[in-house]
């Protein structure tokens, strides 16, 4: 996977321009350093924000999730061996995605197989476009890097195309909520399988991935 073209350009201009920007994401950190690399600077939070990268320092892992790494070693091949060969067992060392993109017809049988782990080790299934993800059980989503982040912001934009953002988008309405004069922006990005829930709570709605540099470039003064 990698970011649409005129992202990392696009990425480029806005954190030279805005105080901060930041990714927030449920892939590892390693992977987004990778992808967006020489878009800086940026704050990267992997994992849901299990992961964290400032510009300039080193990855830091919540160190409540750090017991978690055997287990999650161990279900990852379990699930190479258990799961039929269409599902991608994605190992991300402190959890395991389970992605059925390619086999739509598997989701049941692949949640009701995360089920059974996630109650027999007490871990988390989080669910997301044709994925399921087995995630240790400690509290914090999306929802509560962005209120982190915005702590001391006049304003925020955040961008997102699944349901796990939608935390992210109470975040900044509890935030605006507050009459301090906060302003935040929430900006959908459309997708087949769970856009709708998304764009309902959105402030700008947008057609594809492809709209996002364009969109980002049109936030910026034409001299910057």
């Not at 790494?69 to 269409?86: D, H, I, K, S």
């Not at 390619?102 to 007490?122: F, K, M, S, Y």
Request: hydrophobic share 45%.
């Amino acid at each position: 996977m990698r970011p649409v073209p005129g992202v990392v350009e696009a990425l480029t201009r806005l954190a030279a321009n805005a105080r901060r920007v930041a990714i927030v994401s449920a892939r590892p950190v390693a992977f987004l350093s990778d992808r967006l690399r020489g878009a800086g600077p940026l704050t990267l939070h992997g994992l849901y924000g299990l992961e964290r990268q400032r510009p300039g320092e080193p990855v830091e892992t919540d160190p409540r999730a750090l017991p978690w790494v055997p287990l999650v070693g161990r279900l990852t091949g379990l699930a190479l061996r258990e799961l039929p060969p269409e599902v991608r067992v994605e190992h991300k060392r402190i959890s395991v995605a389970l992605h059925y993109r390619t086999a739509p017809d598997l989701r049941l049988a692949v949640e009701r197989w995360a089920g059974e782990q996630a109650g027999l080790h007490g871990l988390t299934a989080q669910r997301g476009r044709m994925v399921v993800e087995l995630r240790p059980p400690v509290h914090g989503d999306k929802g509560d890097v962005v209120r982190a982040e915005i702590g001391d912001l006049g304003c925020a934009w955040y961008f997102g195309d699944d349901v796990a953002d939608l935390a992210a988008f109470q975040a900044l309405a509890e935030r605006a909520a507050a009459g301090d004069g906060f302003c935040g922006v929430r900006v959908a990005v459309r997708n087949p399988e769970t856009g709708a829930e998304l764009a309902a709570q959105a402030d700008h709605v947008l057609a594809s991935p492809a709209e996002v540099p364009g969109f980002l470039a049109g936030l910026l003064p034409a001299s910057a």
